[in-house]
């Protein structure tokens, strides 16, 4: 069983669409990351959130935590093939603060 | 600053045979933490370490062993592999935990044959 839920797993969309990514859990998490990972490289950090209702903008990205700190988004508005890669939640589970449980992953291509 | 590094980049292995993956930050990090990926997948974490001498089993820890001596490494031992164990590695590490990042080594692939 994933804690982490992603979907879509897989999203196709042309240059200067918006899409959402979603991440859902049952469980309750103390904070959630977001991370983007290129082929070959290893996943890099994109935003922390750690409030419920919390919403950050990094650029066109908007990352926001749910109330109940179960669940997260991101919104990207007017995406360009340079956002293509993919996209990984991950979230320290209130007491167990020491690791993170990654989501099953969004795998983003943006085309011209 | 190398960051979070890991050797070798690619590795094949035949069933049974047996490997270290070595890992190496030198950003003076306290936590450590070893990851499998399967193609198109999430991470599973595999072990992790929160200082030198100190580690705990993470989601997937059957068929691996790690130490952790120094706080700059933290090799992943690979006893008996078998082809389940084909996957990408990834060791990274983060000064504390929760909030605070973690950074990724480049990634170790490897394959059982």
């Known amino acids: 069983t994933q804690l982490l839920e992603q979907s879509p797993q897989f999203l196709s969309i042309q240059e200067g669409e918006n899409l959402t990514v979603y991440c859902n859990s049952s469980s309750v998490f103390s904070s959630l990351q977001w991370y983007r990972q290129e082929p070959g490289e290893g996943p890099v950090l994109l935003v922390t959130v750690v409030t419920g209702g919390e919403v950050k903008k990094l650029k066109r990205l908007t990352f926001q935590f749910g109330d109940a700190r179960k669940d997260s988004s991101l919104h990207i508005t007017a995406a360009q093939p340079g956002d293509t890669g993919l996209y990984l939640c991950a979230g320290a589970l209130t007491g167990t603060a020491s690791k993170l449980t990654f989501g099953t992953g969004t795998r983003l291509q943006v085309t011209l | 600053n190398a960051g979070v590094t890991q050797t070798p980049k690619f590795r094949i292995l035949k069933i049974g045979q047996s490997m270290t993956l070595q890992c190496t930050q030198d950003?003076?990090?306290?936590?450590m933490y070893w990851y499998r990926q399967d193609p198109g997948m999430g991470l599973k974490l595999i072990y992790y370490s929160v200082g030198a001498g100190i580690t705990d089993k993470g989601e997937v820890p059957n068929g691996y062993n790690v130490s952790r001596s120094t706080t700059e490494d933290f090799p992943l031992r690979l006893e008996l592999a078998a082809p389940s164990q084909t996957s990408v590695y990834f060791c990274?590490?983060?000064?504390?935990?929760?909030?605070?990042?973690?950074?990724f080594g480049p990634g170790t692939r490897l394959t059982v044959t």
């Open positions: 950003m003076n990090h306290n936590y």
């Open positions: 990274a590490s983060s000064y504390l935990a929760g909030v605070y990042e973690q950074y």
